[in-house]
């Protein structure tokens, strides 16, 4: 068993749904183009039973900055959306929240253990991977404490914080998949190339 869920023999597997917050949703300040529905069909996909069965673990993880540096424009500049970025996802705020309806469907979850990862709290950090718990335990040793060997990534935005967390997952032995009809991106282009050889090249499988 782990965490009181079954164990398929020496593997197991967790769901990690990255950065659906309200600011990077429609209406906030750094919105993503379809994030809203993204939110919308893994909520739905969270109370399908056969859907979460397939795993052994639920982490979600959140962008929280405190100070994070260069990442936010500095007053009065214009973002370049590279470096430098809108203020978003600030600790504590509003726009920092996982989307209502996701959360709830999150709360609610109690077959498997659900882990809760925060990051850029003084830098960027696209990757959940450079985020803690409240415990402030890092995501990897998390996942290994669960018993996780596969992980499953979702969110927002494929092209940036999606694609970061997948790379350093396999980067850590992680047999890692993208599941592309749970994630919105920014670009367009960027997206399309990482869906059909660029996550690939990284070791990382999509569907």
Avoid at 84 to 92: I, K, Q, R, T, Y
Avoid at 98 to 113: G, N, Q, S
Avoid at 126 to 140: H, Q
Wanted: charge should be negative; include cysteine; charged fraction near 25%.
């Amino acid at each position: 068993m782990v965490g009181g869920h079954y164990n398929r023999g020496v593997t197991g597997k967790a769901l990690i749904i990255v950065d659906v917050q309200y600011d990077f949703c429609e209406g906030g300040s750094l919105a993503v183009a379809g994030g809203t529905d993204v939110a919308d069909r893994l909520a739905a996909a969270l109370c399908d039973e056969d859907f979460l069965g397939h795993y052994d673990l639920l982490v979600t993880t959140q962008d929280w900055h405190i100070d994070p540096g260069e990442h936010f424009a500095a007053e009065g500049e214009e973002p370049d959306f590279r470096v430098s970025w809108p203020v978003h996802c600030v600790a504590e705020s509003s726009g920092a929240r996982i989307i209502a309806a996701l959360d709830d469907e999150v709360a609610r979850v109690h077959a498997i253990p659900v882990v809760r990862v925060f990051k850029g709290h003084y830098s960027a950090a696209y990757s959940g991977f450079e985020g803690v718990t409240d415990d402030e335990e890092r995501l990897l040793d998390s996942l290994r404490a669960h018993g996780i060997t596969d992980v499953d990534i979702v969110g927002i935005a494929t092209d940036y914080c999606v694609k970061q967390t997948a790379v350093h997952a396999a980067e850590a032995g992680l047999r890692t998949t993208v599941l592309k009809d749970f994630c919105v991106g920014i670009d367009a282009d960027a997206v399309a190339s990482l869906n059909a050889h660029g996550f690939a090249d990284a070791g990382i499988a999509v569907r």
